[in-house]
Antibody, heavy 122, light 110 residues
Framework: QLQLQESGPGLVKPSETLSLTCTVSGASVTTNNYYWGWIRRPPGKGLEWIGSIFYSGSTYYNPSLKSRVTMSLDTSKSQFSLKLSSVTAADTAVYYC??????????????WGQGALVTVSS | QSVLTQPPSASGTPGQTVTISCSGSSSNIGNNYVYWYQHLPGTAPKLLIYRNNQRPSGVPDRFSGSKSGTSASLAISGLRSEDEADYYCAAWDDSLSGVVFGGGTQLTVL
């Protein structure tokens, strides 16, 4: 049974870098047709896709966040990570990691983590 | 502002049918599949519909999706109290080379 678990600091200071890790169990992160993604939900707002990464290192990033986002994947640890630099209060959100099915025209998130609240505040 | 447009709220009484709309453009809904997710705050979002109208195993057939041109809709029949949640449409956007979500619709079961 696939499980994803987010981890990382719950509080980050403005202008610093937010770092989160997602640990995957019950499935291989090197399976073809699956990217691994990050999505966030700010308080009172809707879901926003941040980016997705394939085990080869191929990435897709949300253009509105691209200049501040770096994603990486560690196959030996079955983990993938998100770094978001120069954060502001607008980056306060619940951050979700998810498996991103990516085959042909199919592009959907079929399994999600429970989410991690990250607050940006001094 | 979201690339895909949804009504912010919808409501219905138990047993009724509720429909949630999602409007996009030729670069997303018009040329790609539409997906629907259900989200109860504090829990993991759940895939409800993929490929416009397909249900993953375990999703009741009370949930159905459709697409026409650059718009899509999610219908929930036989409304139940546990359907009270936020619903999001999503699609791949060819111009942005990424996933776009609707702003979400908060469903209230009266």
């Amino acid at each position: 049974q696939l499980q994803l678990q987010e981890s990382g600091p719950g509080l980050v200071k403005p202008s610093e870098t937010l770092s989160l890790t997602c640990t995957v169990s019950g499935a291989s992160v090197t399976t073809n047709n699956y990217y691994w993604g990050w999505i966030r939900r700010p308080p009172g707002k809707g879901l926003e896709w941040i980016g997705s990464i394939f085990y080869s290192g191929s990435t897709y990033y949300n253009p509105s966040l691209k200049s501040r986002v770096t994603m990486s994947l560690d196959t030996s640890k079955s983990q993938f990570s998100l770094k978001l630099s120069s954060v502001t209060a607008a980056d306060t959100a619940v951050y979700y990691c998810a498996r991103h099915y990516f085959s042909g025209w199919d592009r959907y998130f079929d399994s999600w983590g429970q989410g991690a609240l990250v607050t940006v505040s001094s | 502002q979201s690339v895909l447009t949804q009504p912010p709220s919808a409501s219905g009484t138990p047993g009724q049918t509720v429909t949630i709309s999602c409007s996009g453009s030729s670069s997303n809904i018009g040329n790609n599949y539409v997906y629907w997710y259900q989200h109860l705050p504090g829990t993991a979002p759940k895939l409800l519909i993929y490929r416009n109208n397909q249900r993953p195993s375990g999703v009741p057939d009370r949930f159905s999706g459709s697409k026409s041109g650059t718009s899509a809709s999610l219908a929930i029949s036989g409304l139940r109290s546990e359907d009270e949640a936020d619903y999001y449409c999503a699609a791949w956007d060819d111009s942005l080379s990424g996933v776009v979500f609707g702003g979400g619709t908060q469903l209230t079961v009266l």
